[in-house]
Every structure is written in structure tokens, then in C-alpha cells.
């Protein structure tokens, strides 16, 4: 549970409590920002809507930030935290499918278990689709096993491929971040209220 039980400020024994804890107060405030309704999600996707970009812009900069601070007190060994290895191709694959997923059913993974939480049927549907997909993805791994791990590039971040500081990275990303919300908010007016 992040640098509280490293630290020894919290008991590991309450390791897996928490992060039930933490995952329940995560699905809820993402039911209570409406990241259950397929027509929220869809909304960054047809211009209506941008608050998903919002909420994940953030978030990336608010955990970017506070692991630059843990780290530079103390309090978090960056070089200890796990990252996810990198499969170019694989990668590439991997999102324009999630990708043509979350246009066609309103959902990713995360949320659509959240909308299936309180029962929204669209939200069960996709869901269920989602288990057929890696049932199928399982059982045909055999035919592209060697694609699945082509393309490796080990545990890189964006600051490894662009050759700048942590710290300016996050600069950078907040410069787009606002960019990106000020460009939003005008598309969204537009959309929303054509006649103005």
C-alpha cells in the first residue's frame, strides 16, 4: 500500500484491507462523477462532453506530482516502483482494440464494471462481452504468442525516450493539460450550444 507500509507507518497485516477500502471509495467516486453512464464516456468521443479527459489528465498530474514530492523527502524510492514492460507493437494493437471497445460500447474495463455495480444493463452486457473477449483471446494465444512479446523495449518511461528530467516532464504535462482543457471547454460550447 505505497510508501505507508514500506515506511513502516502502516502494518503490512492491513495491506489487502486498505486496498479493498481504496477500490471501493475509487468505483465510488466514479459512479458520483456519472463514469457509470456509456453516454458520459462516449461523450469525449463526439465532443459533447470532455470530463473524462479531465478527470485522467489530473489524475496523472496530481500522482505525477506526489510521487516527485514523496520522492524528493523520502518517503518513496522511485526506482522501486514496478513498470509495466513495454511491447511496442503489441502496445499499439492492444489500444487501437481498447480503443475501438470503449467507442462501440461506452465503456473500458474499470467503468464498465462500475456501471454493472448498480445494475446498468448496457454496463452487464459489456461486461459479459469483455469475459468472452479474453476467453477467445486465451484460447487463440497459441497463433500469436510470439507477436504478444515482439517489440520489447523493457521498463522505459516517457522521460527515458524524450532525454529530459522527471520534473520537466511533469511541467510539460501540465502546460498540455491546460491547453488541452481550455480547447475542450470551447469544442464542448460549440457542440453543445451551436447557435452561440
Known amino acids: 500500500m505505497g510508501p505507508l507500509v514500506t515506511q513502516g507507518i502502516i502494518d503490512p497485516?492491513?495491506?489487502?484491507?486498505i486496498a479493498l477500502l481504496v477500490?471501493?471509495?475509487f468505483?465510488?467516486?466514479?459512479?458520483?462523477?456519472?463514469f457509470s453512464s456509456s453516454r458520459k464516456l462516449a461523450g469525449v468521443f463526439y465532443g459533447y462532453d470532455f470530463v473524462v479527459l479531465k478527470v485522467f489528465f489530473t489524475a496523472a498530474i496530481t500522482a505525477a506530482l506526489g510521487l516527485l514530492l514523496m520522492s524528493s523527502i523520502g518517503m518513496i524510492d522511485l526506482s522501486k516502483i514496478f513498470i509495466n514492460p513495454t511491447f511496442l507493437g503489441p502496445g499499439i494493437v492492444g489500444g487501437i482494440i481498447m480503443g475501438f471497445g470503449f467507442i462501440m460500447g461506452g465503456y473500458c474495463p474499470g467503468t464498465s464494471f462500475c456501471g454493472a455495480a448498480i445494475g446498468k444493463i448496457d454496463a452487464i452486457i459489456f461486461t459479459l462481452g469483455m469475459f468472452v473477449g479474453i476467453?477467445?483471446?486465451s484460447e487463440l494465444f497459441p497463433l500469436y504468442s510470439d507477436f504478444f512479446t515482439s517489440g520489447a523495449m523493457?521498463?522505459?518511461?516517457v522521460t527515458d525516450v524524450l532525454g529530459i528530467p522527471a520534473g520537466l516532464f511533469v511541467l510539460l504535462l501540465?502546460?498540455?493539460?491546460?491547453?488541452?482543457?481550455?480547447?475542450?471547454?470551447?469544442?464542448?460550447?460549440?457542440?453543445?450550444n451551436p447557435k452561440s
Do not use: C, H
Open 13 to 17: 497485516a492491513w495491506n489487502n484491507l
Open 23 to 25: 477500490g471501493m471509495a
Open 27 to 34: 468505483g465510488f467516486i466514479l459512479e458520483s462523477s456519472g
Open 135 to 137: 476467453l477467445i483471446f
Open 154 to 157: 523493457g521498463n522505459i518511461l
Open 174 to 192: 501540465t502546460i498540455v493539460a491546460v491547453g488541452a482543457f481550455y480547447v475542450t471547454g470551447i469544442i464542448e460550447k460549440r457542440v453543445n
